[in-house]
């Protein structure tokens, strides 16, 4: 009886070895995706007043532009490690299992940025609230630091998109 409950501890200690050197090589991070169920629980994330240049991207799983335009947020990860500029992209996605398919969007294309979940079905409540340019149409993107704000509706590219974050990161 001893021998096989220590196989078996063996064993799953084995497995867990294993699955930590995976995760550890592949650099993959699960991180915690945190579902915010009405607007005013969310909007601290609009309001930061430091010096961190903030890029918030408003996306959808089941967006096409939404989906194309997410290399474009990897490598400004990539490229501003280090710096003071956070990437959040807020997930409009609805319905059962959002966080199933959030989680598996993320996994697909090694997102590492932090992703939240915006759960407020009365978006006509609160859209103006993000920028009173803005339609509801996604994808769009807030570029701000301090009380300095960009909107951008539509898919973003790269060069428009390091353009503005260069700009804010320049501003006192």
Not at 35 to 44: A, G, L, R
Not at 90 to 96: C, P, R
């Amino acid at each position: 009886m001893f021998y096989q409950k220590n196989r078996i501890y063996c064993a799953m200690k084995a497995l867990l070895v294993s699955l930590a050197l995976i995760f550890m090589v592949s650099g993959a991070v699960a991180q915690e995706i945190p579902v915010y169920n009405s607007f005013e629980d969310y909007s601290h994330l609009l309001e930061k007043d430091n010096d961190t240049t903030y890029v918030v991207n408003y996306w959808a799983t089941y967006c096409a532009p939404c989906v194309k335009e997410m290399p474009v947020f990897r490598k400004m990860e990539e490229e501003y490690a280090g710096q003071p500029v956070e990437i959040i992209l807020t997930s409009m996605d609805f319905g059962g299992s959002v966080l199933k398919r959030v989680r598996n969007f993320m996994d697909k294309h090694s997102i590492r940025s932090r992703v939240v979940v915006l759960d407020d079905p009365d978006t006509n409540s609160w859209i103006d609230k993000v920028s009173p340019q803005w339609s509801g149409a996604l994808p769009a993107t807030i570029v701000y630091k301090g009380g300095s704000r960009d909107f951008h509706a539509g898919t973003i590219t790269y060069s428009e998109l390091k353009d503005i974050i260069e700009s804010k990161m320049n501003q006192p």
